[in-house]
């Protein structure tokens, strides 16, 4: 059993920023890979980033050069660093984990509204 605890979401203005935190606990003996994604309303889930256990990440194309993903493994913390938000940013974003070998868990989600 794995609990994935999320925070930093909230409202910001268009330009602005957010970083948000994912906090695994739990009976983890290996955390590969780490992410982020989202879902706006009436959309589909999708990539925000993810980074595996030996720092190489990925970003949707939507998000590259502006977001930033990094991850403490000493910690169990995955934290995505938003830059230059945009109103089309606005979403749900949910937290994913991929531990001891075989397993996933996602988080509860954290709203995230990008407006003036």
């Known amino acids: 059993q794995v609990q994935l605890v999320e925070s930093g979401g909230g409202l910001v203005q268009p330009g602005g920023s957010l970083r948000l935190s994912c906090a695994a606990s739990g009976t983890i003996f290996m955390l590969n890979t780490m992410g982020w994604y989202r879902q706006a309303p009436g959309k589909e889930r999708e990539l925000v980033a993810v980074?595996?256990?030996?720092?190489?990440?990925n970003y949707g194309d939507s998000v590259k050069g502006r977001f930033s993903i990094s991850r403490d493994n000493a910690k169990n913390t995955v934290y995505l660093q938003m830059n230059s938000l945009s109103p089309e940013d606005t979403a749900v974003y949910y937290c994913?984990?991929?531990?001891?070998?075989?397993?996933?868990?996602w988080g509860q989600g954290t709203q995230v509204t990008v407006s003036s």
């Open positions: 994913y984990v991929h531990f001891n070998q075989f397993h996933q868990a």
């Open positions: 980074i595996i256990n030996g720092g190489s990440a």
